[in-house]
C-alpha cells in the first residue's frame, strides 16, 4: 500500500461564499429529482403516451423474436393453456356437467384471467426488473406498470382473436351482445393497471413479493371461478352460507370473466351474473385505477434507489 | 419538462453569471441488503423485515458513502469534467443531478431537467436496430414527429449502413463496437439543457470518436451546461473548461481544467504506473 491510497485532506473547496440555497432560489431553479404534482405528473405521463405504447409493443414483439414460429406463438400460447384446463378440468374432473358450451365458457374464462393475472406479475417486476432504465432515463415512472398493463392487453386481443374462432367452431351463433366485450375489456384493462402500479410499488421496494405473487394469484383463479362456475359449484354445498358466493361472484376477477362470458356466450344469461354488475365493475376499476395510480405517484422519487 | 422558451430568453447574456446547476452539500448514500450481520442467513434476512425502523446495521444492511459533502456551482455555457479514480463517486454524483438516485442530505436544484446522455436501457437486443431508434427516441422524451425528422441523420452519424443494411436487422447481431454507436448516436439526437456525458467518448472506432467529440461540442453549444465524466485526461482536456476532481466521495479540487489535471496527474502517478487504488464505493 502506497501513500498514494490515502486521500489527502481536500485542498480547494473554499467554504460556499454565498448562501448557495440563496443562490438557487434567486434564479429560479427547482429541486432535482423531486415529485411532481398530481396534475404535473398526469401531464408528463400523457406527453410520454407515444413512448408507452411503443415500449409495450416491443416487448410484445421481442418475445417470440428467437422462436422458429415467431409471432404464431401469441395465439399459440393461450390455446395450449385452454388445451391443458380442458383435459383436466372438463375430463379428469368433470366439472363441465350442468355447464352449457363448457369449451367456449372455460376457454373465455382462461384467457380473460390470464390478462388479469399476467398484467399483475409483470406489475410487480416493473420496476424492480427495469432499474437500468429507472436509472439511466426521467419519465414518470407509472409508463413501466402501464405499458406493461398494456403489453398484456395486446396480447389479450390476439387470445380473443383465436376465442372468436372457437367459438364459431362451437356452434355459438354471432349476437349483438358482443359489442358488450368492449366496455367490459376496457374496465378490465383500468383495472389491471391500476393493480400493475400498486403491486409495482410494492415489489419496488421489496422484491421478495414477485416471489410470493404466484401463489396469490393462483389462489385467486381458483375462487374466481375460472374453470367452473361459482354458483353450479356452490349449490352443491348447500352447508356454505349463501354471502361466501355472492363474495366470490363480486370479486374483480369472477366479475370481468363472467361479464365477458355473458357477452360472447348466448347459453349465459343475465340471471347468473351478481345484482349490479356492471356497477361493481366499473366501482372496481376506479377504485384499482385511481387508487393504484396515486399510490404509485406517492413514492414516484424513491423508485430506482439502492 | 423541458424549458427551452426559459432558456433562449437569456442565453445571449454571457456576462451574467447564470446558474444551472447549484449542488448544496450533497451527501449520496447507497444501501445493500444481505451482507454483513449473518452474511444473509435466513435469521439476518427475517432480522431485517421484522425490525426494518430500528437499526439499520444490526439488520444486516450495508451503507456506502458514495458522495460525502459535495457543494458546487455550475455556470450557463460551461462544459465541466469529472475525474477521479474508479469508485470514487463521479457516476453516483451525475446520475443525482439527473434526479436518478435520491440525496441523503443537501439538495440539487438544477434549471430544467438535466439529462443523462445514455438509453441503453430503453433499446431492445430482439428488435431491428430501426425500431430501437424510434423506441430510444421517444424514451427521451421526444416526440414521434422527431424521431421521424431525426431517424435518418441518427443511423447516418451511427455509421451503422456503410457496411451494409444492418440497421434493419436485430441489434443482438451487432459487434459490441457497432451497438455502442447507434447508442450514442441516439443518445447525442437530442438538445438538451443540462447534458451530462458519463464516459461515452470512449465507444466505437477512432473516426467516430472524432465525430462523437464534434457532436459534444455542438450540444454544448444548445446546452446550458455540458458535465462529462472520463478517465481519458485528453478527451477532457479537448472540451472541458473546468474540472471537479472527486476522490472517495469528496471533492477534493475544483478549478481551470489545467491546474486540476496536473495536481490529478501527480496524485495517479502517471508516469511510474502504480496500482489505482479502489474505493469501496460503486460507481
Redesign the interface.
Known amino acids: 500500500m502506497s501513500q498514494v491510497l490515502d486521500t489527502p485532506p481536500p485542498t480547494t473547496p473554499a467554504p460556499a461564499p454565498v448562501d448557495l440555497a440563496a443562490l438557487a432560489a434567486r434564479h429560479g431553479l427547482s429541486v432535482s429529482g423531486a415529485r411532481p404534482s398530481l396534475p404535473e405528473y398526469i401531464r408528463r405521463l400523457w406527453a410520454r403516451r407515444h413512448f408507452i405504447a411503443a415500449f409495450s409493443t416491443a416487448k410484445l414483439t421481442a418475445q417470440y423474436s428467437q422462436a422458429k414460429l415467431g409471432q404464431v406463438w401469441q395465439v399459440l400460447t393461450p390455446l395450449l393453456n385452454a388445451a391443458v384446463y380442458y383435459f383436466i378440468f372438463g375430463k379428469l374432473m368433470g366439472t363441465s356437467r350442468g355447464v352449457p358450451d363448457f369449451v367456449p365458457f372455460l376457454v373465455t374464462g382462461v384467457f380473460v384471467w390470464t390478462f388479469t393475472q399476467s398484467s399483475i406479475m409483470a406489475g410487480t417486476r416493473a420496476i424492480s426488473g427495469n432499474l437500468g432504465l429507472v436509472r439511466a432515463l426521467h419519465f414518470p415512472r407509472a409508463a413501466l406498470p402501464i405499458s406493461f398493463a398494456l403489453q398484456q392487453l395486446q396480447q389479450l386481443l390476439f387470445s380473443m382473436a383465436a376465442l372468436v374462432v372457437i367459438l364459431l367452431c362451437f356452434g355459438i351463433p354471432v349476437a349483438a351482445s358482443w359489442v358488450l366485450a368492449v366496455p367490459a375489456l376496457v374496465l378490465q384493462s383500468i383495472f389491471n393497471a391500476g393493480v400493475a402500479m400498486i403491486v409495482a410499488r410494492m415489489g419496488a421496494k421489496t422484491p421478495d413479493i414477485a416471489q410470493l405473487m404466484p401463489f396469490v394469484l393462483r389462489t385467486w383463479m381458483y375462487a374466481s371461478g375460472v374453470m367452473f362456475s361459482i354458483a353450479h359449484m356452490m349449490s352443491k354445498h348447500t352447508h356454505t352460507p349463501s354471502w361466501v358466493t355472492s363474495a366470490l361472484q363480486v370479486n374483480p376477477a369472477a366479475v370481468y370473466i363472467d361479464l365477458m362470458r355473458f357477452a360472447l356466450i348466448d347459453s349465459f344469461h343475465a340471471k347468473q351474473l351478481p345484482p349490479h354488475v356492471w356497477a361493481i365493475a366499473t366501482g372496481w376499476a376506479l377504485l384499482a385505477g385511481v387508487g393504484g395510480f396515486i399510490y404509485f405517484w406517492k413514492a414516484e422519487e424513491t423508485y430506482g434507489r439502492g | ?1 423541458d424549458d427551452n422558451a426559459k432558456i433562449t430568453d437569456d442565453r445571449n447574456n454571457h456576462n451574467d453569471r ?8 450533497v451527501d449520496i448514500v ?3 441488503n444481505g451482507t454483513g450481520g449473518g452474511r444473509g442467513s435466513a435469521t439476518a434476512a427475517l432480522n431485517r423485515i421484522l425490525r426494518r425502523k430500528q437499526s439499520e446495521k444490526a439488520a444486516g444492511v450495508r451503507k456506502v458513502h458514495a458522495v460525502k459533502n459535495v ?3 455550475a455556470y450557463r455555457g460551461e462544459a465541466i469534467g469529472l475525474i477521479g479514480t474508479n469508485g470514487s463517486g463521479k457516476s453516483t454524483l451525475l ?9 441523503e442530505n443537501g ?5 430544467g ?4 446522455l ?5 433499446l ?4 431491428t436496430g430501426e ?1 430501437n431508434v ?2 430510444g427516441g ?4 421526444m ?2 414527429e422527431q424521431v421521424k425528422e431525426r431517424y435518418q441523420e441518427i443511423v447516418d452519424f451511427s455509421g451503422i449502413n456503410e457496411k451494409g443494411d444492418f440497421i434493419t436487422l ?1 441489434m443482438r447481431t451487432y459487434s459490441s463496437g457497432m451497438a455502442a454507436r447507434l447508442r450514442f448516436s441516439i443518445a447525442a439526437a437530442k438538445d438538451h439543457d443540462v447534458l451530462l456525458i458519463d464516459e461515452a467518448l470512449a465507444t466505437g472506432d477512432r473516426s467516430f470518436q472524432k465525430r462523437s467529440e464534434a457532436r459534444i461540442r455542438e450540444l454544448r453549444k444548445h446546452a446550458g451546461t455540458v458535465f462529462l465524466v472520463s478517465h481519458n485526461n485528453k478527451s477532457i482536456r479537448d472540451t472541458c473548461d473546468r474540472v471537479l476532481w472527486l ?2 466521495g ?6 481551470p481544467t489545467d491546474e486540476v489535471l496536473k ?1 490529478y496527474e501527480a ?3 502517471d508516469k511510474p504506473a ?1 496500482p489505482k ?1 479502489k474505493a469501496p464505493a460503486p460507481a
Open positions: 419538462m447564470i446558474p444551472t446547476v447549484v449542488a448544496d452539500g447507497y444501501r445493500v457543494s458546487f456551482v446520475k443525482a443531478v439527473a434526479g436518478l438516485l435520491p440525496v439538495r440539487i436544484h438544477t434549471d431537467q438535466p439529462s443523462l445514455g438509453v441503453n436501457a430503453a431492445m437486443n430482439d428488435l425500431r424510434h423506441l421517444l424514451a427521451m422524451g416526440s414521434r436485430p476522490e472517495r469528496e471533492l477534493r479540487m475544483d478549478g495536481e496524485f495517479t502517478g502504480k487504488p
